[in-house]
Each structure stands twice: as C-alpha cells, then as structure tokens.
C-alpha cells in the first residue's frame, strides 16, 4: 500500500502509563468508529484497499510509552485530513490517558 499510497498521515503518541501496539491499534478502530460516518469508516477503508495498514512503532521508559504511526491512504487530500484529524480525538489508548499529535 505504501507505493501506491498518495498521502502518509504520520502521528506521534504519548501514553501516561504502558501500552502496546495492539493497544494502539484497538484505540484508533475503537474510539473513531462512527465519527466520521459510514463513508469514512475505517475497517471498511482498510477492506477497500484505500487506506492502508496502521504502523505502529512504540516505546516505553519510566512508565510511559511514546512512539510514532503511519497510516498510508489512497484518499484525496480533504478525506486524508479528516480521517487524520479524527485520530487527534483520540483520549485513551488502553487503561491510559494519551496524546496524539498529526
């Protein structure tokens, strides 16, 4: 997906406690289901080949994790941005409070 993506929405994260990837992942699918309508549902973006896999790299130190996604997307520019918006409402990922930042 990566070569024929058009747009990368790229994202760093930050968690006040350890989290995973799977975490992460779970969080994004979770908490943006519904929000942008059935047109810019996610699972069904994902089957469609329009946006690609959810890359996730994540640390932790000291009790708290950070890291950075990328998320390929053959969408058009303002469908992109919406959709990378939408991951900025993000509160939670797991059991902690977290930041996430496009």
């Known amino acids: 997906m990566d070569d024929t993506a058009k747009y990368l929405i790229h994202a760093s994260i930050s968690a ?6 799977s975490d992460v ?10 929000l942008l ?12 080949s329009k946006v690609g896999r959810i890359d996730v790299q994540i640390d932790s130190e000291n ?3 950070f890291g950075q996604m990328t998320i ?6 303002v469908e992109t941005a919406i959709l990378a ?3 900025e ?5 797991g059991p902690c409070q977290a930041v996430i930042e496009v």
């Open 37 to 48: 309508g059935d047109d810019l549902d996610l699972r069904d973006l994902q089957q469609s």
């Open 85 to 87: 918006a939408s991951l």
């Open 16 to 21: 006040d406690g350890v989290v995973e990837r």
């Open 72 to 77: 390929a997307s053959s969408l058009d520019k």
């Open 89 to 93: 409402t993000l509160t939670r990922v």
């Open 25 to 34: 992942v779970g969080a994004i699918f979770g908490q943006t289901e519904g």
């Open 63 to 65: 009790g708290h994790s």
